[in-house]
């Protein structure tokens, strides 16, 4: 058992718990007291995301995504509590899966935080702040949370997957690359599950431009990685292009139909 949750496994979350306070989270609190709150929740959520809620159970947890939610604490002056914050609401995003407990609007300012957080990966020293954020990044993984993303804001969502493949991480070890490879192949795998075969079509696209000379000189590790995920995701993907270009002709064709039959009526 890692040290963090031999930490987890020793905090408890009663529905009585205080900690399910927003008060407990409230940015008006003192700093310290803050970070000490923020570290004691996450604790306690980190040891419920595995466990299958129902929907009515879940329900004890809506204050606190209303509370950790806010410009106040994920955009804090201090970047412990940030990091901490955004810890926070993954958790919660791993419990209340596939549903998010969020607005559109909401997801769209949670997101960047989250890649953000993940992304400092690259320039973090300090090992309790670098097991937090590589835990964000497998929470990711696991839970396929970026696929939220991709059904809020398309380009958002492309545009964290591509940080995600630029992002510099070699330096820190096989296990983050490897992970966030893992990220793509259940990214993919969700895709084709829900038959969402545009989305496949544009993630194949996505991928393949990383193979083009210019991209492959430019970022080696993303090209590398690219290559990885479409080697172990190759059938999944052309199924995407396949049924997707099957459709676009299929439209097409109707549309040359009516316009035939317009064209008939005139004359």
Do not use: W
């Not at 964000?136 to 591509?162: G, P, R």
């Not at 393949?208 to 991209?215: G, N, Y």
């Amino acid at each position: 058992m890692s040290q963090r949750s031999q930490k987890a496994s020793q905090v408890n979350l009663d529905d009585d718990s205080p900690l399910l306070s927003p008060d407990y989270v409230s940015p008006d609190l003192k700093k310290s007291e803050l970070l000490e709150h923020l570290a004691t929740l996450h604790k306690a959520l980190y040891k419920q995301v595995n466990r299958n809620f129902e929907e009515d159970e879940a329900k004890i947890f809506n204050p606190l995504t209303a509370a950790l939610a806010i410009e106040a604490l994920l955009h804090h002056k201090n970047s412990k509590i940030q990091l901490l914050t955004v810890c926070c609401i993954m958790d919660l995003l791993c419990i209340y899966s596939p549903e998010p407990p969020y607005e559109e609007h909401e997801l769209k300012e949670i997101f960047p935080c989250i890649i953000d957080q993940i992304q400092n990966l690259t320039n973090d020293d300090e090992q309790e702040s670098y097991e937090l954020r590589f835990s964000l990044l497998e929470q990711c993984s696991k839970f396929s949370i970026f696929l939220l993303l991709m059904d809020v804001d398309a380009n958002l969502f492309f545009k964290t997957i591509e940080q995600l493949l630029v992002g510099g991480y070699e330096e820190k070890g096989a296990h983050v690359l490897a992970t966030i490879l893992e990220a793509f192949i259940n990214i993919i795998d969700g895709l084709h599950e829900n038959s969402n075969f545009l989305d496949l079509a544009a993630m194949a696209a996505f991928l393949l431009a990383f193979l083009t000379p210019p991209m492959r000189e430019e970022h080696t590790t993303a090209y590398i990685s690219s290559k990885n995920i479409l080697q172990k995701c190759i059938s999944k993907l052309r199924d995407g292009v396949t049924k997707t270009l099957f459709t676009v002709i299929e439209s097409v064709n109707s549309d040359i139909k009516q316009l035939d039959l317009k064209i008939g009526e005139m004359g």
